[in-house]
């Protein structure tokens, strides 16, 4: 039905270049928009059989949502919360893996104007009392196949001594209501509650490298920015299945998994999986004719040496990265089996995609591509001036807090806020250069820079080569104290199988950095682990490296 394709260009105003590449984008967002309302009960609607969700379990077992179900169910959903005192502005937690009542949940939290606060289900005592006393939560929603979650919540609350509303979904739990038996009977319909575009919305707790995690805050705009996301990066058929991989408790499930792909009127695909599997993961692509799939760098990696041959993946149209840096070996053997190109951009947690490959443009590999139109993007020194093309600075976005997709600052820290957003730029901490033809590439954090002998040196590079050789699963690349030099360049390498950490496999390693790449960046330092530290998020620890090198100097 083309209303409801087309209906998300009342929002937006598009252009477009003599290639057919967007060229502008702008949000026209009326002043009380509400995603809940304004998309998914108006598109249950327009065209109530339009499937909306596709969600499968471990166990295979597959359960359909239509627009109109999803309308009606967070509605009900919307009663229940309000019926436990929930209202505008309270402050709702929901750790519910990849189950399908998330979806149920947030929307029904936009509904009411309540602030959704997605979490990760890894979360343990000390991070539930942190965020609980740091965001004022009101209330929790969790899932029952994790019991460890409940037990969590339920010690952080003692130790705090907070009321708090706690929902589970799944399961049963004493002291807990029912989020599956209550809202069954719940009343389907609402009077509308008054909501503003930029009342606040979400609230997401980053995994910084160093320190406690901050509180991003998101309004209702945000929804809508995320357009651009899915129909211009993405490429999202409305008529199509899409699966991006998330757990919902980090931001890439807000850029994958929901406000884009279904302000499209698209179908979104969840494998509610506990361990990614790779081979288990390409069959379910295969067997359930995904149309366009979004992850990180690092799973295309481990698809790769599955092996992609084994499998089916003729239904894919489409296909996009982000999370990580893209190192161009990645690309090339996607690109061959597939036929696909991975097309990468470049975001954050605080914001939806400021640099993307978008749909009709010619990736590099390894570049992040150019500036979205929906942002004006710099690239800048100390001092906040432009640099030339070639030369490496801190990336900015020219705009004021809460811009259509930004946030808004982190809550209730002026300070941080103040950090990021002044001088009418936000400062993003991640750098980068420009080619000739505006392409940028990423350099690594602020802070993950190496400076050694006068050179600033990127870990990125001197990964994507590592990272190509057969014996390294995977790496991180970090600046090591020297008396001589300030900083040596460290590769610390988790091994594939089949290899043995030894003299001669470093010295390789370390030939191999210095043909591949300039060799002033080989590492000097090969160390051989088992692991590498990761936030929860999934992210490489450098900070924790450098802490620990530093303690050892």
Same mark, same amino acid.
Request: hydrophobic fraction near 30%.
């Given at each position: 039905m083309e209303q409801v394709k087309n209906y998300y260009k009342r929002f937006v105003t598009e252009g477009f270049d003599e290639n057919g590449i967007l060229s502008k984008f702008e949000i026209n967002c009326p002043d009380n928009y509400n995603f809940g309302y304004d998309i998914i009960d108006k598109f249950g609607e327009l065209e109530p059989d339009r499937r909306a969700l596709i969600h499968i379990d471990l166990q295979e077992n597959r359960t359909e949502f239509s627009y109109s179900q999803l309308s009606k169910l967070s509605t009900q959903a919307a009663n229940l919360f309000a019926s436990y005192g929930i209202k505008k502005g309270d402050k709702v937690m929901l750790v519910l893996k990849r189950n399908y009542q998330f979806w149920i949940a947030i929307i029904a939290l936009a509904k009411l104007g309540a602030v959704a606060i997605p979490a990760t289900h890894l979360l343990t005592t000390h991070d539930f009392t942190y965020r609980f006393e740091r965001a004022q939560v009101k209330a929790v929603v969790c899932t029952g196949y994790n019991p460890d979650i409940e037990t969590y919540v339920d010690e952080a609350q003692d130790e705090i001594k907070i009321d708090l509303i706690k929902f589970i979904a799944n399961g049963h739990k004493d002291g807990w209501i029912?989020? #599956? #038996?209550? %809202? @069954?009977?719940?009343?389907?319909t609402m009077e509308r509650v008054a909501t503003d575009s930029y009342d606040q919305m979400l609230l997401y707790f980053t995994s910084g490298t160093t320190g406690y995690p901050k509180m991003v805050a998101h309004n209702h705009r945000y929804a809508l920015a995320h357009i651009q996301t899915a129909a211009h990066w993405q490429n999202v058929d409305a008529d199509g299945i !899409?699966? $991006?991989i998330s757990d919902t408790g980090w931001g890439k499930a807000a850029w994958g998994k929901?406000?884009?792909?279904?302000?499209?009127?698209?179908? =979104? /695909? =969840? &494998?509610? /999986?506990d361990k990614f599997i790779p081979a288990d993961m390409m069959r379910i692509m295969q067997d359930y004719k995904i149309t366009s799939f979004c992850a990180p760098p690092t799973m295309f990696r481990f698809f790769i040496k599955e092996g992609l041959q084994n499998y089916d993946l003729s239904s894919l149209k489409y296909s996009a990265i982000a999370g990580e840096a893209l190192n161009p070996e990645v690309y090339n053997k996607w690109l061959e089996y597939t036929g696909l190109k991975l097309m990468e951009a470049f975001g954050q947690t605080e914001s939806t995609a400021l640099l993307a490959n978008l749909v009709g443009m010619t990736p590099k590999p390894g570049s992040m591509g150019k500036p979205t139109p929906l942002y004006d993007i710099d690239i800048v020194d100390d001092d906040g001036n432009s640099v030339p093309v070639g030369e490496v600075g801190e990336i900015v976005v020219r705009a004021e807090p809460g811009k259509d997709g930004l946030f808004e600052g982190y809550y209730r820290d002026a300070?941080? *806020?103040?950090?990021?957003? !002044?001088?009418?730029l936000y400062h993003t901490g991640d750098t980068a250069w420009k080619d000739e033809d505006g392409y940028f590439w990423y350099v690594g954090r602020n802070d993950d820079v190496i400076k050694a002998s006068g050179y600033r040196i990127g870990p990125f590079e001197i990964e994507s080569v590592l990272i190509s050789h057969p014996s390294v699963l995977e790496c991180a690349v970090t600046g090591a104290p020297d008396p001589i030099r300030g900083q040596v360049v460290k590769a610390t390498i988790v091994l594939a199988k089949g290899y043995t950490p030894c003299e001669e496999l470093? @010295?390789?390693?370390? *030939? &191999? =950095?210095?043909?591949? $790449?300039?060799? &002033?960046?080989?590492?000097? %330092? =090969?160390? /051989?682990v088992d692991e590498l530290p990761k936030t929860i998020s999934g992210k490489i620890r450098r900070a924790q490296i450098?802490?620990? #090198?530093?303690k050892k100097d």
């Open positions: 029912s989020f #599956d #038996d209550e %809202i @069954k009977n719940m009343p389907e !899409h699966l $991006t929901l406000y884009g792909q279904m302000s499209l009127g698209a179908c =979104v /695909f =969840v &494998y509610d /999986f300070e941080l *806020t103040e950090e990021a957003w !002044h001088d009418g470093k @010295k390789e390693l370390q *030939t &191999y =950095v210095k043909k591949n $790449t300039a060799p &002033y960046k080989y590492p000097r %330092i =090969v160390e /051989f450098r802490n620990e #090198d530093n």
